[in-house]
């Protein structure tokens, strides 16, 4: 074998193991929405658990073609701000490189990773408003969160050349701002519009507890949801193979999948502990708890001691029940399984905890280290992102009468009534 | 553009090889298709609950 040959050899074996690398992330996070459905619809009553499905499948179905008409799009033009930057043409849904191309083995595989993580955008959302959102007014804010807003964020906090990436050293590695802070507060901004469902508060205020059906279906989902975020946690690594240069995250500096096996696991197992103590067992929280815990590393996983890493756990585990329960109390909102607390709060820590713990960590080429103010711009940012878009929307669609089912079609039951099903047959 | 197929009917010297890739107005009119497709059918779903609306009032 020539010098030549061997060159041809492993550039070619680098390309295809990197396509190779990032199609299984994308499977594994299918399996995030699996979790999600399961979750949904076990927490849902049984009245409103097919239409709690669909509604999952069909953000799912949305997403990919308005990820591919504008959602990549969004996301390589806009990282300057508002103001798209010249692609001549490139991420636009006719230009020859989204399709098959034989010397372009990246697009494809990276437009579907960031796909999957719009529709795990989406389904953060969507567990919020079950049981009396119209499932065409949450199929578009679907989109408008995942195709438009989330990807606008990551445009500026996750591309390289993104304003919160180059002016502040924002470094945010595992998504904690750009999905999960964003996801929770878009659905903390509709569910002010949304209202509760029937029965969740009384006239004084108090609210009363509505259970779910199927606690051993929420249980699988959520234990789905963690195997399901292994392939989006390995989606946030990029592969440099082709330049013999290894893993490297998303901001160019060295990396190794190594650290974020040790720090997703101590960050769950941490969350986990943390919510079964201060829950005194309560195990929708132990599992909520375990997801927090990964998303309170999620903004620095590459960088974690993992002692570290399980203590941030600890206390995202315990901090999301407080927050819970006072956004519940001050705002009378019906979150039904805690998203704006589990991802919209622990988001938040995420951020910051880079900032106040890690601050000084340098990136690659002209990019800032990390410093607490680059983390706190990009929270406030990431917040800001998420919650006027999500609110403004969904009250003009309230205005509209498009956002929330009417009450004799709750109390009816939506799977009868919108869908002329039931999910469990009577015997 | 759309390179396929290479001479004599080989994949030589091919790059983008997707149907009707050397014709951009047809990719921007099938974008477009698929782009109202996504319309038309939330635009359905939500006239479909509205008539389930009215029938329980």
Known sequence: MTLEELNTFVTTQANVSMEAYYWWCTAF????????????????????AVSSGVKNLLAFAF??????????????????????????????????????????????????AFT???????????????????????????????????????????????????????????????????????AFGVLLNLGPRIGKYNEDGTANEIEGHSLVSSFIGLL????????F???????????????????????????????????LSGGMIGAFWYSKG???????????????CAGGLDIWYPGFAFIMGVVAGIVIIPANNWLHNTFKIDDCVGAVSVHGVSGILGVLVVGIFAAGYPASGDIPPTSFVGQLVGAITMIATGFIPGYVISLVMKSMGWLRVPDEVQMAGIDKAELGLEAYQKQ | MNSFPGPENSWEGVDAYFTW???PGILVFLSLVVAAICVGIIWSAARHESEVADKHK
């Open chain 1, 63 to 112: 997403m990919i073609p308005t990820f591919w008409l504008f959602g990549w799009y969004i996301y390589l033009a806009f990282p300057a701000g508002f103001v798209p930057i010249d692609l001549e043409g490139y991420g636009t849904p006719w230009n020859v490189s989204m399709g098959p191309m034989l010397s372009d083995q990246a697009t494809g595989v990276f437009w579907a």
């Open chain 2, 21 to 23: 890739a050397d014709s």
């Open chain 1, 224 to 231: 789905m949801l963690i195997v399901g975020f292994f392939g």
């Open chain 1, 116 to 186: 999957l993580f719009a529709c795990t955008t989406a389904s953060i959302f969507s567990g919020a408003v079950i049981e009396r959102i119209r499932l065409s007014a949450f199929t578009f804010l679907a989109v408008i969160l995942g195709s438009v807003v989330w990807i606008t964020g990551a445009s500026w906090g996750w591309h390289p050349d993104g304003w919160l990436v180059t002016g502040f050293g924002y470094h945010d590695v595992g998504a904690a701002g750009v999905v999960h802070t964003i996801a929770g507060w878009f």
């Open chain 1, 233 to 267: 946690l390995g989606g946030c690594l990029i592969w440099a193979g082709s330049d013999l240069g290894g893993w490297i995250n998303i901001y160019g500096a060295p990396a190794t999948l190594s650290s974020f096996a040790f720090n997703t696991l101590m960050g």
């Open chain 1, 29 to 48: 996070m299918v399996i995030i929405h699996v979790g999600f459905l399961m979750y949904e619809v076990g927490a849902t009553r049984m009245k409103n």
């Open chain 1, 282 to 296: 309560n195990p929708f929280w132990m599992m909520s708890g375990g997801l927090a815990g990964i998303f309170i």
